[in-house]
């Protein structure tokens, strides 16, 4: 492989704080003709995967003596690995991804995309188009009058009116018109991720493990696809991982099919003091704790990175967000498949039509997942010698601008014949047989498989796992 496929590597490694000469000990294989695009989205999974790999081995030589372990990466494997909501079967059933009111909708003046998987987001959208009457079973019709409404409306208007009444569209712009947004501008002047001490704490002691993150405990409060990506990698990396939801928000069991492997799921109301007294009892045992909320929501209950951080000093606290937790849109809530639209992603892969286009996976998602698993990995290895409190910040809208801007195209490797088959797995749980994306993240040595597999949504026990 060429000097100029590690360049993108070589930017998320150095984002990471990583020592550049481990670079070079990457072994590269597997087919490349992967991930199709006019942007490169190959070359951005292969680096996010790699520098995870890279964070996972250097773990592990802090914890087990002499020398990283070698880092392996397949371009199948990533690919696979990306498109892992889309390979799910349970018993032959494939996922469910996107609802009908998920979708491109043209208007008075150009495109503007709306997301409606979950039913309160339904509900806010159909409420800030003066649709909410309709039955909810019509979804024919709903989408007909949706588009109807839309067609005579300007796209900017829909994305302030649905923002406003809690729902979620954008309206699609060209990279030069999100570069001039202030949104788009304030991403602009900000690097891929931040990962930074934020206080003093003893030096981490680990013992020797079979897995670089074996022994630790992770809080993981985050929903969808990048943060339960980062926190899944983690679970095949040994970390016992502990997944706490909402009752009151709902969540889909096939994305929890997807991305609960590795991790135990359950449920707690920080509205009731019981459960926060359960909720308190497990941050005091947490080594780590990731959220993916929007910024803000989780600070009525005293959760923000700050807080976090005076609680329990020594801390590794990760926060992901779509837009960041800063501009004007650092507030709103948003998902890979929006963060396309407005960052110019949608434009540049247009058809020859104009109608808008998306990348061929949910790559914004599965990448930001993966820097944020390498970003924690790194933390836990610094705290080794440094001690501290860690605090990684990542969000969809950087990852993009990463991919648009700044990740050079691979143009010299030669295509070679992919099988997804070869990169999936079959397990049996209580849910019935799963038909699953393998992991991508592989060193010498270490785990080629979770030893967990998805259960029912928030239905284990709040506790941490017996030592």
């Known amino acids: 492989m060429i000097k100029r496929a590690t360049e993108a590597v070589e930017q998320a490694w150095a984002a990471l704080g990583g020592d550049p000469a481990r670079v070079a000990s990457i072994r590269y294989q597997g087919p490349s003709d992967v991930l199709p695009s006019r942007l490169p989205v190959r070359e951005l999974a292969r680096a996010t995967v790699a520098v995870c790999g890279l964070a996972a081995a250097e773990l592990a030589a802090a914890r087990n003596g002499g020398t990283p372990p070698g880092v392996r990466v397949d371009d199948g494997a990533v690919a696979t690995a990306f498109l892992s909501e889309r390979q799910l079967r349970l018993d032959g059933r494939a996922a469910v991804n996107f609802a009908p009111l998920s979708r491109f909708w043209r208007t008075a003046d150009g495109w503007v995309r709306t997301h409606a998987n979950y039913p309160h987001h339904r509900a806010r959208l159909t409420e800030a188009l003066g649709l909410a009457a309709m039955a909810p079973d019509d979804e024919g019709a709903l989408v007909e009058r949706v588009a109807?409404?839309?067609?005579?409306?300007?796209?900017?208007?829909?994305?302030?009116?649905?923002?406003?009444?809690?729902?979620?569209?954008?309206?699609?712009?060209?990279?030069?018109?999100?570069?001039?947004?202030?949104?788009?501008?304030?991403?602009?002047?900000?690097?891929?991720?931040?990962?930074?001490?934020?206080?003093?704490?003893?030096v981490r002691r680990l013992g020797p493990g079979g897995a670089p993150a074996e022994g630790l405990r992770v809080l993981d409060l985050t929903r969808v696809i990048a943060?339960?990506?980062?926190?899944?990698?983690?679970?095949?990396?040994?970390?016992?991982?502990?997944?706490?939801?909402?009752?009151?928000?709902?969540?889909?069991?096939?994305?929890?099919?997807?991305?609960?492997?590795?991790?135990?799921?359950?449920?707690?109301?920080?509205?009731?003091?019981?459960?926060?007294?359960?909720?308190?009892?497990?941050?005091?045992?947490?080594?780590?704790?990731?959220?993916?909320?929007?910024?803000?929501?989780?600070?009525?209950?005293?959760?923000?990175?700050?807080?976090?951080?005076?609680?329990?000093?020594?801390?590794?606290?990760?926060?992901?967000?779509?837009?960041?937790?800063?501009?004007?849109?650092?507030?709103?809530?948003?998902?890979?498949?929006?963060?396309?639209?407005?960052?110019?992603?949608?434009?540049?892969?247009?058809?020859?039509?104009?109608?808008?286009?998306?990348?061929?996976?949910?790559?914004?998602?599965?990448?930001?997942?993966?820097?944020?698993?390498?970003?924690?990995?790194?933390?836990?290895?610094?705290?080794?010698?440094?001690?501290?409190?860690?605090?990684?910040?990542?969000?969809?809208?950087?990852?993009?601008?990463?991919?648009?801007?700044?990740?050079?195209?691979?143009?010299?490797?030669?295509?070679?014949?992919?099988?997804?088959?070869?990169?999936?797995?079959?397990?049996?749980?209580?849910?019935?047989?799963?038909?699953?994306?393998?992991?991508?993240v592989s060193i010498d040595g270490g785990p080629d498989n979770w030893v967990r597999i998805p259960g029912r949504w928030g239905t284990d026990a709040p506790e941490w796992s017996a030592p």
């Open 227 to 440: 943060g339960p990506v980062a926190t899944r990698t983690l679970g095949l990396l040994g970390a016992d991982v502990l997944r706490v939801d909402s009752p009151g928000l709902p969540e889909s069991q096939d994305a929890h099919n997807d991305t609960g492997f590795g991790k135990r799921s359950t449920v707690l109301d920080l509205a009731r003091r019981a459960d926060r007294a359960v909720f308190e009892g497990l941050l005091a045992k947490a080594d780590v704790v990731i959220t993916g909320y929007r910024p803000g929501a989780l600070d009525r209950h005293g959760l923000s990175a700050r807080a976090l951080a005076e609680r329990r000093p020594g801390l590794v606290i990760g926060q992901l967000s779509a837009w960041g937790d800063y501009g004007p849109w650092g507030g709103r809530r948003g998902f890979d498949s929006l963060v396309q639209v407005p960052c110019g992603i949608a434009a540049i892969e247009a058809d020859a039509e104009g109608r808008p286009g998306a990348l061929p996976a949910q790559a914004l998602d599965h990448g930001t997942g993966y820097l944020m698993a390498a970003a924690v990995l790194r933390a836990l290895a610094e705290q080794r010698t440094a001690g501290g409190t860690y605090h990684a910040v990542l969000a969809l809208a950087q990852t993009a601008n990463w991919l648009v801007n700044s990740v050079p195209p691979d143009q010299g490797a030669a295509p070679g014949p992919y099988r997804p088959e070869a990169y999936l797995a079959e397990a049996r749980g209580e849910l019935g047989v799963l038909r699953h994306a393998l992991p991508p």
């Open 148 to 202: 109807a409404e839309l067609a005579g409306r300007r796209a900017a208007e829909v994305e302030e009116t649905v923002f406003a009444a809690g729902g979620l569209a954008v309206a699609a712009r060209t990279p030069e018109e999100w570069a001039a947004h202030p949104q788009g501008a304030e991403v602009a002047r900000r690097p891929l991720l931040s990962l930074r001490r934020t206080g003093d704490a003893p």
